[in-house]
Nanobody, 110 residues
Framework: QVHLVESGGGLVQPGGSLRLSCAAS????????MAWYRQAPGKQRQLVAT???????NYADSVRGRFTISRDNAKNTLYLQMNNLKPEDTAVYYC????WGQGTQVTVSS
C-alpha cells in the first residue's frame, strides 16, 4: 500500500473553487480505482468521486457537474477540482487508493 497525503483545502466563499491534490509515496499506476471521500461533522464518510486507471469516472449526485476527479499516474497524484462550491460541501476530504490519507479540511462560508 502507498502512503497518501492530501493538500489544497482551505476556506472559500460560496461559488468559489478549490483544487485538492493527493500525493502518493509510490506508483499509483497499478491501483485500479482511486477515490475521494468526504466527512462532514457528525456525519458518515461519503463517497464523492472515483476514477479508474483507464480514466473512467463516477460522481455522487450532489457534486456531479461541479467537481472533476483526475489522476496523473506519472506524478503519482490524484486530483479533485471543485467548482461552484456550496456550504454543504464543507467537510474533511480524504483520498483513497487502498489506504487512507490524513484528510484536508474544506470550509465553504461567507
Amino acid at each position: 500500500q502507498v502512503h497518501l497525503v492530501e493538500s489544497g483545502g482551505g476556506l472559500v466563499q460560496p461559488g468559489g473553487s478549490l483544487r485538492l491534490s493527493c500525493a502518493a509515496s509510490g506508483s499509483i499506476r497499478s491501483i485500479y480505482v482511486m477515490a475521494w471521500y468526504r466527512q462532514a461533522p457528525g456525519k458518515q464518510r461519503q463517497l464523492v468521486a472515483t476514477i479508474t486507471n483507464g480514466g473512467t469516472t463516477n460522481y455522487a449526485d450532489s457534486v456531479r457537474g461541479r467537481f472533476t476527479i483526475s489522476r496523473d499516474n506519472a506524478k503519482n497524484t490524484l486530483y479533485l477540482q471543485m467548482n461552484n462550491l456550496k456550504p454543504e460541501d464543507t467537510a474533511v476530504y480524504y483520498c483513497n487508493g487502498g489506504s487512507w490519507g490524513q484528510g484536508t479540511q474544506v470550509t465553504v462560508s461567507s
